[in-house]
């Protein structure tokens, strides 16, 4: 059937190709970022504070999207600040999808009192603001990277352990777990070999998405002020300062925003497209 | 009896929840470094000082004890006294508590309001470019947290075209009338409108922030919802009796539509609620997650303990609500 | 002049399969007519498409439904659904998803008087009492405050009967109204709705797979196989000199009433090879036509 609604489905696909691209120029410029970035992040000079972005009169050459009001050059700052974004990203989504989608595993498959203490914990958990809770924990832990990493595992193991739980269970029903049971497989055997490799598309869908969510946290506690140092970029505190001198240099909020915007979506269009890939029956 | 029984157990299991939290709170905000003792007194004071407000706030105590202490308190009503500003942490929570609720509450209503309009516009116009451009715009709204959002309003409508307050709750130069907190339903009660109209000038884009992906969410579910419905026998035949497309949808969809969307919202709403700390930083409303903020920087243990316990609560609650809600709104439930 | 006429009716799924192979029939008002065929045959789709409520995935290629003297797909929809919810209405086969779920049962029966043909509260009450009634219902106080789920799946067909007599329909398309229920309730419906249609004249056209039903109640037939009807008959002529071999096979393998003894005998091979013979002959005719 050929009508409007599978005409723009067919566009999404593109969707995914788009996501890919932009989350790949994000890495290449945290990478090489030293090397690229224009001018060096925390110069500050106050001769050149708030300037505009180049197109806006009243801008210098080399200040491509302006400076904060200390001077500092924000594209400079935005690129610096990927590589924040993206290692608390690389690096909390994945302990944190391992430590969860191995709980919700353990729960869905052994049952009984593993998976009574695990739900309990879950519901626990769902009680909590997630928010406040991060906020909370970095207080407890001290600001740093490795505090941020720790706070949104601790939080965010949940999201893991609901669905790979509740998959687990599916799967644990079926026929064929019963027959590798039959055919002498252990208990664990069992679950690496027989369900893990039949839950895995659905965890690599919520690690991408874990991946998004851990880039807004990272953003969320800078802009609080609780995450790294506060001399580092980091997007996060770029839009917190931006917040501030809003009326004054609008660019200064702007292209951070802009930013984690694109790459929050990416994260989460990734993680849509892939579920399209994995699972054509399900949309 | 059976009905009983599932209600004690969910009551039980909703203790044992809460009892978790509490426990989980008090231990791990007790591991926070930086004496808030020292911080609370001027500079140059001696270890004598610091050891008798200590005890006076009974910090010298080992942690079970002071679990125990606080535990008794909670039960006679008592959660302490804030650190930084003297005042019982119940009073003190209490008096934000309206405002969050506030804002909460037209968050709700605001997500409702749009979901339903997508789902029932997507649902009348099913199979074209229409719904799938419904279907985008819900993508999107789902992708980005409210956090963004946020900042997304601010700009558009607070810098670019400024029609909205951006930051509080109320304009402070007018002269409030209100014997409670809840500003929004006070005003309304009295008939001010203009203290309304400032009141939903400071709230509408805080709350249409946390309305949005809670509205994609609602949208998406309804959609789906409404056209399975739409296939079934029952709207077949009102489609015989000579009702039109969109007065079958309301009518006869709707409501069977919106039941399995609802135990869905339920839990939506709870992370709407969670969402409310970090919005309420972010425009300055003084609600119960700024001061959770503050309390965090300022480490007001008392203060931290009562607002985190008192989210559970209400997150508790709501889920109860949904419950209720589903059992009143289906007819098989009510009868049985 | 018959109260509905289809000529020359083609539906198919949209850009494939043909589902019905210009299909004509009449209805004469207060006539009964039976739609015989096995499932898949198109029996259903012909009510449907006059009901207007074919499922999205299939299209009228090309004919007319003349209901009342109007040719229904020359109106504008909002004329066409107005037309059949004022003369026209649907006896469903399942008794159990025909009825909403979160309303009562009184309203699900008056909201066509009322909402469509602007009858007033009480009038539209005091139908529905009459009409339980005359399907047989105690209690109709009872049953109209009601939620379907609260009533039997024989009660639910009674009232999905009375509500489809509630507007003194023309025409009634009753889809298989009995399949779906006890067999000890299936004769009583049955007997029901041959006698609601000979008190109100109403026309009706009757959906089935059961030989022995169209020989109880209806007075004309149309026999269809793949969507074409190969043949229309007065259902007396039918029993007894069958014309079509396909009818007569079909007649063969209903078992007797009368002779239970007699078995199932399968329609046979040949005979189903020479009807699809000629709906392949049907279709190189349209293709080149």
Redesign the interface.
Known sequence: MLDGRSMIRRRAGARLWLSALWLGLLCLAAILAPWIAPKDPLAQDLFLGRLPPFWISGSEPGYFLGTDSLGRDVLSRIIHGARVALLVALVAGTITCVVGATLGLLAGFLRGWVDMVISRFIDIWMAFPPVLFSILLIAVLGPGLISIIIAIVVIDWTRFARVVRAEAMAQGAMDYVASARVAGRGRLGTMVREILPNVLPTIVVLLTLEMGIAVIVEAILSFVNLSISTDDPTWGGMIAEGRTSIHQAWWVLVFPLITLFLTVLSFSQLGEGLKDRFDPVLR | MQILRILFLRLL?TL???A??AV??FF??R???GNPIAMMLPPGATEADVARLSALYGLDKPLPTQFGIWVAGVMQGDFGTSITTRQPVLQLVLSRLPATLELSIMALVMAVILGGIAALVGTRR????????I??AN??A????D??WG??L??VF??LVPVFH?SGRVTPSLDLPFTTNFYLFESLLRLRFDLWADIVSHMFMPALALAIPLAAIIGQLLKQSLKETMN???V?????????ET?VILR?AL??AALPTLTLVG?QF?FL??????IE??FSYEGL?NM??DA??N?DLPL?QG??IL??VI??AVNMIVDLLYAV????LR?A | MSYLSIRNLSVRLKGGLPLLRRVSLDVAAGEVRGLVGESGAGKSMIGKAVLGILPPAAEITEGEILLDGADLLRLSPAERRRHIGATCALIPQDPLTALNPSHRIGPQITDRLVDILGWTRADADARARALLAEVQIPEPDRVLRAYPHELSGGMRQRILIASAFAAEPKLIVADEPTTALDVTVQKQILKLIAGMQARHGTALLFVTHDLGVVSKVCQQLSVLYSGMVVEDTPVRDFFATPRHPYSAALLAATPKYTDPSAGLNPVPDAVIEAVRAEVAAFDRRAAHG
């Open positions: 299991t044992v929840t809460l978790g939290v989980i709170v791990v905000i591991v926070v470094p099913r199979g074209t470019g229409t719904e799938g451009a279907d985008i993508g999107m789902l992708s980005v947290p956090f963004l900042l997304i601010i700009l607070g810098v951006i079934l026998d029952y077949t035949l009102a489609r015989t009796k000579g009702y039109g007065r006869e409501r069977n839990v709870t609620i969670g969402g409310t700390v970090i930083r972010l997650g959770a903020i965090v920087i480490r931290i607002i985190v989210f559970a997150f508790v709104l289906n007819p098989r009868h």
